[in-house]
């Protein structure tokens, strides 16, 4: 940690700090600048220790030089993370595609889905069964109702199943269908969830919130990593900004930043990450070429009579279509789909 | 709900599109315009029209023309909605000031602050006992000891509590403590938690997610409602954007612009709001120009050594006279403090 | 244009906008809904329109249907524009690479740079010679001296050279020596300048400025088309957002969009789109991936002794291996590079 | 500056760092922590050696522990700078209000809203006679006699005139007019310009770009004061959020940070900083809540027929409410108006 002092700081403020950075059981070495005193306090950056020492009097800035996470760090573990389960193979030469309708809707649906989605070369079957809802008064999901279609069309294509939980309270439910848990971007933060889903046997999908930092995503990575699942794939699904040409921005630079900082493989979500159905195929190929280990894509048989999301799916011919294209760039890059 | 077709749009597609806006249930208008057709569907916009309509072949936007939220509306009900309880009154011409620190560390620590703030002014008295920590290994909070401590100030000082719940599983242990549940800004959207707190018989303080749109704030507020609790606050307490000189950007324009859509009452947190002790003040000071309902602010007794937040809480000295500043500018716009 | 009344609007109200409207030359059918009044203005959507009618008494809001742009739009010409010029072709099937430093910096650097790029498949040669910095106290470029080194460096390979004008009065000067214009993101609004380069010959390379819109971006390309030169590219190179592992947020969406809106090609800028060298490869090829008809990649010699931009810009080598990667993803896009 | 090494740095990238920076011409102290490398460089942080210095092989990043503007800067000036022109003064106690319309359209408009704003207490008069315009097609000023009208409008009634520049050609031209020159926010980083009118004996009004950041505004700053105009106001009109319910978000929080680090005067821009009329007076008096030393609003005698800004400018009677609720806050911020 370097605690930069305010260039007017007394001798009597840095002799104080000096002494705080010590009483914390840090080293503390003072660098007397041309134009401003410069604490550099050398040990463990634990938690709170720069919050701490930046509200201490006559300091300017208290600037951290290490990651604040651990168990997620590239540094600690250099191997990729390769997350397998059933049909479904993230990380490392395995780019894994996740698709399906945004709700499961009826048995129908979810059925020809899965049958559309496997005979195109999709790894898993993606489906909502609890639905997160910006509005009280939308269709909120099927429930247990959907989690046992999920598990039919899992039966008849041998398709992994990937689907949310909202609740710390449904988490047992949703374990005893699903093969990947998913973590809603609304819940990224929502640490009890984090710990729940930390104590579960299945592969997590942990979707990064539209504001969150790639630190706080790889923090809350680590809430579910410290509680005892190694199992976990981060998903870029889009972050806002000021455009509205999309409903989210995509920023794909995300996926090699991730890559350099982290072993655990990093998903992308061109669907929610664009809101566009016209737009998502070639957002599903740049991702793919920026590194992507996985894709997961919103696809249903009839979009405009879809529950919820039609404006973002895929039919089953453009999803065909899009596996195509994504191929191509996945054999370019050098990896196996 | 206008449906704006593309200007190439077929005279098919355009007859395609008339029939589901009346199979919906709406009456369609076609309007035939020197450069494109337009559809006018006109009728109750249920939500979720838009997302169906939006995906019809030939379309190229779908303007909503309502607010998707209800009971939260200021077409619905006029006059302000006033919170009251205990020693705390939001709304209308009261203006409530809810202090306290970030964390409830201990018996002494609360008890001194509580004690200081009420002599001050303060209207209630804020403390975290469920903490949500970005890191895992952060501190989380004294938990029902927390809770015990506060209400042991509110019997020492006469000051409603303010606390915040984090999960579903704990909304009845808070409920027996706070006179005041607050959801945090990371909980914004955690519908299940909204629709518990919402069945609770206290009043009810939402924090505006860091990336959250107005609209999405309303929604929030109207899960709650829409579950039978009338008395929610909502807080502004900045949001996530370029800027990196504050902790968060805090928009004070929302004041306003809440009070033009919404009968509820608008409370500001400056010290989350920038993230600097430095600036609170002349932000609080601001808030309440732009005719804020109430304040939220961080105070601690020894911010150097708090165990949370120490670098945007004020100290005693600070916060009284931050409260002189207030009550002068609160004079200047009418309001009671 | 759709005026939308506010729900309380009095019958007086919509009279009133009915004329207004009629008054402007357009044509007004009244919508009377169940909740609300709108009124559709049905004729060509002139500029100041919206902002007019938007400040009449009890108008809620004014969408417009139309887009302002109208010589850049896709609907008036449909066919892609190819900008041709020298040794680039961009546009259409052809992928053009334009690659070189930031700033031209003496004789040896820029012949070095322009003999390896070229060697690895570059079509054209970009270098700074008026640079703007954010500081008045950087280096500001060689000027004059620096458009002749460039102009040499095009005779000693054939690469066509493309290179920032700053101001009005220089645009004789850079006219002389350049290929193609560049105006640089800061400046995507100088319109005065946008003018300036719209009465050259040559081809305009317009990069996107981080806070614009899509629509500011066709509008600013306007201009340029408007004063009479057709042929503008347009360059996506980060927008600002929270984000700060990446120095801007390259958000690739914008080329498919892009694609919708305009028949002018789209370039993709991973340099300063990234910030940081070590990205740069893999958003090259997302970037082609999304469909991009042109990339401009920093490259200097000895990036760790380069005078500006060294953090982002690739070594000859770096250069040699993305253009290889580029090569295989444009190959499975069907694109010529 | 403070270079702190990857974690698997080898002692050889240490060394050759150490180096780099000693020729850099600064001191080095290496400090080997428990887990990395940090080489604090000591000495003047000329700009550019971050940059440099970044692109070192081992590197991990580069901590600046200086503001790289130094005029501007309030450890080179500590009272607060006061502007004065004719009847304009803006800084230390005095709060400057310069009201007007968006573009001068005629001598009625102008006069009787000069007339107008000076009988309510404005102390300058605003107006646009050069016009930047996001599209091609919008009214672009009156130009010179625009300038001669706002001339006039000052003779009747002794109201300084503040107007806008927008081309490096039109400097002398607009000096010839204006009390105060206005640098507008898509030129905030047009470097020529500002320097012109650094030569210039005007003071300059600069309004802060919709993306750039504190530091950005201030080395803006810098160039106009490096050029020797010592008379520089710093303008906050708002930046680009997600945030759509206002044009931009105003972060008045702004107003007490510049004044943290600069001794340059602040004036807000509640006009463009809301774009709507009804938020305009709040955030006004907001604005001086939060110590704002000048405001600069919009008032137009007839809104609804203005040529530009209609939508976000006050009438002539909405001006004089708002000045009334300004002076009220401005007393208890023992500030004189």
């Given at each position: 940690m370097i605690v930069v002092m305010k260039r007017n700081a007394t001798g009597e403020e840095v002799r104080h700090m000096v002494q705080r950075v010590e009483s914390l059981g840090l080293k503390a070495h003072v660098l007397y600048g041309v134009e401003r005193t410069v604490i550099a306090a050398i040990g463990p950056e634990r938690d709170g220790l720069k919050d701490s020492l930046e509200s201490g009097t006559g300091v300017a800035e208290v600037l951290p030089i290490l990651a604040p996470y651990k168990i997620a760090s590239r540094e600690l573990k250099s191997e990729p993370t390769v997350v397998a389960v059933g049909s479904l193979k993230v990380g490392g030469r395995h780019l894994g595609v996740i698709a399906g309708p945004c709700s499961v809707e009826n048995e129908d649906q979810i059925l020809r889905t899965a049958r559309a989605v496997k005979a195109a070369g999709a790894s898993a079957l993606r489906g909502g069964a609890f639905k997160p809802?910006?509005?009280?008064?939308?269709?909120?999901?099927?429930?247990?109702?959907?989690?046992?279609?999920?598990?039919?069309?899992?039966?008849?294509?041998?398709?992994?199943?990937?689907?949310?939980?909202?609740?710390?309270?449904?988490?047992?439910?949703?374990?005893?269908?699903?093969?990947?848990?998913?973590?809603?971007?609304?819940?990224?933060?929502?640490?009890?969830?984090?710990?729940?889903?930390g104590k579960m046997p299945q592969p997590v999908l942990l979707k990064r919130g539209p504001s969150a930092t790639m630190e706080e995503l790889l923090l809350a990575a680590e809430y579910i990593l410290?509680?005892?699942?190694?199992?976990?794939?981060?998903?870029?699904?889009?972050?806002?900004?000021?455009?509205?040409?999309?409903?989210?921005?995509?920023?794909?630079?995300?996926?090699?930043?991730?890559?350099?900082?982290?072993?655990?493989?990093?998903?992308?979500?061109?669907?929610h990450g664009t809101?566009?159905?016209?737009?998502?195929?070639?957002?599903?190929?740049?991702?793919?070429?920026?590194?992507?280990?996985?894709?997961?894509?919103?696809?249903?048989?009839?979009?405009?009579?879809?529950?919820?999301?039609?404006?973002?799916?895929?039919?089953?011919?453009?999803?065909?279509?899009?596996?195509?294209?994504?191929?191509?760039?996945a054999a370019a890059m050098g990896k196996e789909m």
């Open positions: 809802r910006t509005s009280p008064y939308s269709f909120q999901g099927l429930k247990e109702d959907g989690l046992k279609l999920l598990a039919a069309a899992r039966d008849a294509t041998g398709l992994a199943v990937v689907t949310e939980v909202l609740a710390t309270e449904d988490v047992p439910l949703v374990a005893k269908y699903a093969d990947v848990v998913q973590i809603g971007a609304r819940n990224m933060q929502n640490y009890r969830l984090l710990e729940a889903v410290d509680a005892g699942n190694p199992q976990v794939m981060l998903c870029e699904r889009g972050i806002r900004t000021f455009e509205t040409h999309t409903r989210f921005t995509l920023p794909l630079a995300s996926v090699p930043y991730l890559h350099s900082k982290t072993h655990l493989p990093v998903v992308v979500d061109p669907s809101g566009h159905t016209y737009l998502v195929p070639r957002m599903a190929a740049a991702s793919v070429a920026a590194g992507a280990d996985g894709l997961i894509l919103e696809v249903h048989p009839d979009p405009e009579n879809a529950m919820s999301d039609g404006y973002q799916s895929l039919n089953v011919e453009q999803f065909a279509q899009t596996m195509e294209l994504c191929r191509r760039v």
